[in-house]
T-cell receptor, first 114, second 114 residues
Framework: GEQVEQLPSSLIVQEGASVLINCSYT??????FPWYKQEPGKRLQFIID?????ERKQNQRLTLLFDKKTKHLSLHITATQPGDSAIYFC?????????????FGAGTQLIVIP | DMKVTQMPRYLIKRMGENVLLECGQD?????MYWYRQDPGLGLQLIYI???????SEGDIPKGYRVSRKKREHFSLILDSAKTNQTSVYFC?????????????FGPGTRLLVL
C-alpha cells in the first residue's frame, strides 16, 4: 500500500527564516495531496493541497511543489512567524481502492523562535 | 460554520472497561473516519465509514469497532480497553468534491487506560 514519508521530523528556526518540508510517496495511483497543520493541543487543519496534474501551488507564504516523476513534494514556508509553530502533515489520496483514502506522513514538527 | 465535534474530550478508564467515543458533523458528509495519533507515528487509520452502516477497516482495526446509524454520527467502541489503547483519537469527515478529499477534523479525545 501507499507509504508517505516526511523529512525532517523536526525543525527549529528563528522568526523570519524560510523552511522546507519534504514529503515522498510510493504509489503512482495517488492523485491528490492535501497538507494539514496541527497546532499544539489542537485539531488538524487543512492548509494547502495540490493535484497530480500540477507542479506548483501558492497560498500566501506557503508554496507547494510537486514532482510526479520522483514522487516528491516540498512545502516551502517563507517569513516564518511564531504562529507557524505546529506539526505539519503531508498526505496522499489513494484512488487505488474503490472509494479511496488518505495516507498520512508521520509529521514535521516546526518550532519558530521569536 | 462547518464543524466536527467529539465527546468526551478527555477520558480515563481502567483496563477491561468499555469505552465509547462519539463524533458528530453538521456538513452531511458521507465519509467519516477514526484515527489515533501517537508521538512519532502520525495518524493511523482505524476505521472508515462511507455512509450509514457502510464501514471498512483501516490499518489498525484490532480491538476497535464502530457504529454509524445516522450520517451525522460515528461512534468508536473499545470493548475491554487495553493500556496500549491510550492515545489521542481523532474523528474526521469528508465529502468527495471534484476529486478532492479534504478532511475536516474534530478536536480529539485524549484517552488514558490505566
Amino acid at each position: 500500500g501507499e507509504q508517505v514519508e516526511q523529512l525532517p521530523s523536526s525543525l527549529i528556526v528563528q522568526e523570519g527564516a524560510s523552511v522546507l518540508i519534504n514529503c515522498s510517496y510510493t504509489d503512482s495511483a495517488s492523485v491528490y495531496f492535501p497538507w494539514y497543520k496541527q497546532e499544539p493541543g489542537k485539531r488538524l487543519q487543512f492548509i494547502i493541497d495540490i493535484r497530480s496534474n500540477m507542479e506548483r501551488k501558492q497560498n500566501q507564504r506557503l508554496t507547494l511543489l510537486f514532482d510526479k516523476k520522483t514522487k516528491h513534494l516540498s512545502l516551502h514556508i517563507t517569513a516564518t512567524q511564531p504562529g507557524d509553530s505546529a506539526i505539519y502533515f503531508c498526505s496522499a489520496f489513494d484512488r487505488g481502492s474503490a472509494l479511496g483514502r488518505l495516507h498520512f506522513g508521520a509529521g514535521t514538527q516546526l518550532i519558530v523562535i521569536p | 460554520d462547518m464543524k466536527v465535534t467529539q465527546m468526551p474530550r478527555y477520558l480515563i478508564k481502567r483496563m477491561g472497561e468499555n469505552v465509547l467515543l462519539e463524533c458528530g458533523q453538521d456538513m452531511s458528509h458521507e465519509t467519516m473516519y477514526w484515527y489515533r495519533q501517537d508521538p512519532g507515528l502520525g495518524l493511523q487509520l482505524i476505521y472508515i465509514s462511507y455512509d450509514v452502516d457502510s464501514n471498512s477497516e483501516g490499518d489498525i482495526p484490532k480491538g476497535y469497532r464502530v457504529s454509524r446509524k445516522k450520517r451525522e454520527h460515528f461512534s468508536l467502541i473499545l470493548d475491554s480497553a487495553k493500556t496500549n489503547q491510550t492515545s489521542v483519537y481523532f474523528c474526521a469527515s469528508s465529502s468527495r468534491d471534484r476529486g478532492r478529499d479534504t478532511q475536516y477534523f474534530g478536536p480529539g479525545t485524549r484517552l488514558l487506560v490505566l
